[in-house]
């Protein structure tokens, strides 16, 4: 399986250089030259598709992934996962982003979430995307995710004998730069991980140049760059996730001045 990692895609502003439909076509383009005949395609968004909950965002978020989908036709999955900017903290915790993705089925699979629903699982060719809300908690400033929940649905995964990948916004190893955005309870999500042998985490929030990658024995962690963010490196991975996780990583960065995405190839496992 290919799965395409996008996030923080604020599109309240993007580059001139980076129009959606631009991006679009060059994403599209990667996506041919890499998927093997038959091979499952997903795309995961991580997050931060809206800017500070504005709904005139999401409508514009709502219109790249539509245009999106609409590109790659029906062999595409889509997830989507919200980020501290799809939450208004004075709305019920997750409303909008909810409301956002039901009005949005036109865009296929989506996590759905409502005031208790912290986690949710979308399967797609035999594997389980569990998508945690790290934002339910209302407070912009950190991630947190409801560890009750994300092991009951990894025990449910197991039961079906599906492999996983576990998917959030906020990032788990802390960023100075960051402050204290990471994910509060980030001890007990690893030791979830580890028991339950999940081996790919893919997140978003951390906007950063360089791709973060973090390899243990079973699993893999990857960071996604911001798709649009202006005055950051804008880019997106793509991952090839086989019987055994993450093989293969392809990391993007735009390059304005050629008007493309440079692309850079990483051994995830090397060692399989
Ligand atoms: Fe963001
Ligand atoms: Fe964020």
Sequence with gaps: MLIVQLSDLHLHEYPPTLTPAHCITLIESEISRLQRRREPLCVVVCGDLSYQGNPLIYDIARGFLVSLRERLGNRATLILCPGNHDCDENAPAGSEFAAFTSSASVLGQYAWFGNAIRVATRTAHGVDFVVANSTFHNDHLYGK????????????????????????????????????????????????????????????????????????????????????????????????????????????????????????????????
């Design 145 to 272: 995710v409801d560890t009750t929940q994300l092991e009951e649905h990894l025990i449910e995964s197991a039961r079906r004998r599906n492999r996983t990948v576990l998917i959030l916004h906020h990032h788990l190893l802390p960023r100075e730069a960051r402050g204290r955005s990471a994910v509060w309870n980030a001890d007990d999500v690893y030791r979830l991980v580890l028991e339950h042998e999940v081996p790919l985490i893919l997140h978003g929030h951390i906007h950063e140049d360089a791709p973060r990658i973090a390899n243990w024995r079973r699993g893999a962690l990857i960071g996604a760059a911001s798709l649009f963010s202006l005055g950051a490196e804008n880019g997106f991975n793509i991952v090839r996730f086989g019987r055994s996780g993450a093989r293969r990583l392809w990391v993007y960065r735009y390059n304005h001045l050629e008007r493309r995405f440079d692309r850079k190839s990483v051994f995830v496992r090397p060692w399989r």
